[in-house]
């Protein structure tokens, strides 16, 4: 079965820096989909990026930016110029390609934005 | 377009009390989820349909909890009677079908807690 796991609970950036949080999982599966959801204090998830695992092009959305290993199973997401908005629970989710479209979801990170 | 509906944002109950959670999908979709997300942890799929048919509820407890939507538009879970650790907020999800093309649309979820 397929895991995610998210290994920082919690991280801290300064506000207009840049922060990197990191997502692995485990899978044996060749084609499958990642994300990045963000869950403000709202608690609406609010899907931030996507990569198919087929593609070696990192997938890219204005400030946030992925950096995909496939081979090492890793799948980080950059935000840069972080801003005080951007202060939520993030989750990494997977979702393999098969086509009951089920979402695996790690345990998420909350970030901190210091002004 | 309209979001995901839920209701009611908070509820608390005593356990072994019953209670219902509703949600209205975004017009369409074919897809729906509910998922439930325990304090510090990603959220756990307990059922998902497609159209008015299950899909999947193999994590659905289903000695205490049941959930149907009527249909194919709008859901309703409902958990009797309930347990101190059924605290959790209970997401309700919608999808056009594939989570990568069609990404997954959540609504402000209902925080409930058993005492």
């Known amino acids: 079965a397929q895991t995610v796991t998210q290994s920082q609970p919690e991280m801290s950036v300064q506000e207009a820096e840049t922060v990197t949080l990191s997502c692995t999982y485990d899978?044996?599966?060749?084609?499958?989909?990642l994300f990045w959801y963000k869950q403000p204090p709202s608690r609406q998830m609010i899907l931030v990026i996507r990569?198919?695992?087929?593609k070696q092009q990192n997938a890219t959305e204005n400030r946030f930016s992925v950096n995909f290993q496939k081979a090492a199973k890793s799948f980080s997401l950059k935000i840069s110029d972080s801003q005080l908005g951007d202060a939520a629970m993030y989750f990494c989710?997977?979702?393999?390609?098969?086509?009951?479209?089920?979402?695996?979801w790690g345990a998420g990170t909350k970030l901190i934005i210091k002004p | 377009e309209a979001g995901v509906a839920q209701s009611p944002r908070y509820k608390i109950i005593e356990k072994r009390q019953s209670v219902a959670f509703w949600c209205n999908p975004i017009?369409?979709?074919?897809?729906l989820y509910w998922y439930q997300q325990i304090l510090g942890q990603g959220p756990k799929l307990l059922i998902q349909?497609?159209?008015?048919?299950?899909?999947?509820d193999s994590q659905l407890p289903k000695d205490r909890f049941s959930a149907e939507r009527l249909k194919g538009v709008d859901s309703t879970l409902k958990i009797q009677p309930a347990k101190l650790e059924d605290s959790a907020v209970y997401l309700c999800?919608?999808?056009?079908?594939?989570?990568?093309?069609?990404?997954?649309?959540f609504g402000n979820g209902t925080r409930l807690t058993v005492t």
């Open positions: 899978t044996s599966e060749s084609d499958y989909y």
């Open positions: 989710a997977y979702r393999s390609a098969d086509s009951n479209y089920q979402l695996i």
């Open positions: 349909f497609q159209n008015n048919g299950v899909v999947d």
């Open positions: 999800a919608s999808g056009g079908g594939d989570p990568y093309n069609s990404p997954l649309h």
């Open positions: 017009s369409g979709h074919a897809t």
């Open positions: 990569q198919e695992a087929y």
